[in-house]
């Protein structure tokens, strides 16, 4: 399933971010921002369990995550949206794992995978900014299934249709959630009007 967050603060943070002149403290700063409030949507509906509490006044039922998260940046550009994540959800362990797009052929290539225990008893939640092709965040799902895991959450910031088609197509288990569902790809994969290379102005390695 498909979810465009529609807020308006969203939008305002990331009209900043697509912004060509935009800093890399500014984008960051933003990035940080979305990504709290992408957190606090898509945890929405994770599974609870009641607990027995005693507040000052009395005995009572509580509520706690039934579930432990793990997130999963995809390298490098997903880490932008770690530390926003993990304001919200402090007790998240993270996994990574590194893909990177051949420049010519679009192709996604894993360079680096590490992930935490107890995959197949989390819900793993997968960042990235940018859904373009879908091929990296398919990949990265894959292998994120190797794991065992089974319930799996796609958070990229801006997609295109086909993007999304395609984790539809090779995953349609996993739920994709977007900032924003821009229009197309141009003839290099780039999204439009998207924000650009987002692991480079990220990181300033423009
Ligand atoms: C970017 C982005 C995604 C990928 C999206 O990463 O962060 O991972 O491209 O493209 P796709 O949907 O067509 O696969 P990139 O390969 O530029 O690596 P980087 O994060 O290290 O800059
Ligand atoms: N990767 C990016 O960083 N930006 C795009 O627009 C597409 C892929």
Redesign the pocket.
């Known amino acids: 399933m498909l979810t465009v967050l529609d807020h308006a603060l969203i939008k305002h943070k990331l009209t900043i971010m697509r912004q060509a002149d935009t800093s890399t403290y500014i984008f960051k700063q933003n990035l940080d921002e979305i990504a709290k409030l992408m957190a606090y949507e898509v945890t929405r509906n994770i599974p609870l369990k009641e607990i027995p509490i005693r507040t000052p006044i009395c005995d009572t039922t509580g509520y706690e995550l039934d579930q432990k998260i793990v997130l999963v940046p995809?390298?490098?550009?997903?880490i932008g949206l770690v530390d926003g994540f993990r304001d919200i959800i402090p007790t998240a362990k993270i996994g990574h794992i590194g893909?990177?797009?051949d420049e010519k052929t679009?192709e996604?290539h894993e360079y680096f995978a590490k992930f935490p225990k107890d995959m197949d008893k989390s819900i793993v939640i997968v960042t990235?900014?940018?859904?373009?092709?879908?091929?990296?965040?398919s990949a990265a799902i894959t292998n994120i299934k190797k794991r065992g895991a089974q319930k799996i959450l796609l958070v990229c910031l801006v997609g295109v249709p086909e993007?999304v088609a395609r984790i539809e197509q090779d995953h349609p288990d996993v739920d994709i959630t977007l900032a924003a569902l821009d229009e197309k790809l141009n003839e290099v994969?780039y999204i439009v009007p998207g924000l650009g290379?987002?692991?480079?102005r990220l990181f300033g390695t423009i």
Do not use: E
Not at 74 to 78: D, E, N
């Open positions: 995809i390298l490098r550009a997903g893909i990177f797009r679009l996604p990235d900014p940018m859904l373009a092709t879908g091929g990296s965040a993007g994969g290379d987002a692991g480079d």
